[in-house]
């Protein structure tokens, strides 16, 4: 089991940062693939970017490839989000998740390899 808790949402302007993170609580949280998904209102919730359970790959979505950084720290029991040259349109509600799964991009970005959610945290950007 793992227990998961996003906190550094909140409002920025266009262009700012933020970095979200994620705390975990169990002791599979460093054998746990990460992802971070958003969902904004009337949306389906996307793969934002995912990170293998040592950190050594990380996966992106394509429209924040480049503005984006997945991180984690497996002594911390936490994962990192860090967003650069915010856009309104990702404006969203931002979750974390950790999966026992062991694959792919294509695996790891699907939204139902995930058993272990977060409550999510709001991203709200202003042009």
């Known amino acids: 089991q793992v227990q998961l808790v996003e906190s550094g949402g909140g409002f920025m302007q266009a262009g700012g940062s933020m970095r979200l993170s994620c705390t975990a609580s169990?002791?599979?949280?460093?054998?746990?693939?990460m992802g971070w998904f958003r969902q904004a209102p009337g949306q389906e919730r996307e793969f934002v970017a995912g990170i293998s359970w040592s950190g050594s790959n990380t996966y992106y979505t394509d429209s924040v490839k480049g503005r984006f950084t997945v991180s984690r720290d497996n002594a911390k029991n936490t994962a990192y989000l860090q967003m650069n040259s915010l856009k309104p349109e990702d404006t969203a509600v931002y979750f974390c998740?950790?999966?026992?799964?062991?694959?792919?991009?294509?695996?790891?970005?699907?939204?139902?390899?995930?058993?272990?959610w977060g409550q999510g945290t709001q991203v709200t950007v202003s042009s």
């Open positions: 998740a950790a999966t026992p799964v062991v694959g792919s991009a294509m695996i790891l970005s699907s939204r139902d390899r995930y058993p272990y």
């Open positions: 169990g002791r599979a949280f460093s054998t746990s693939a």
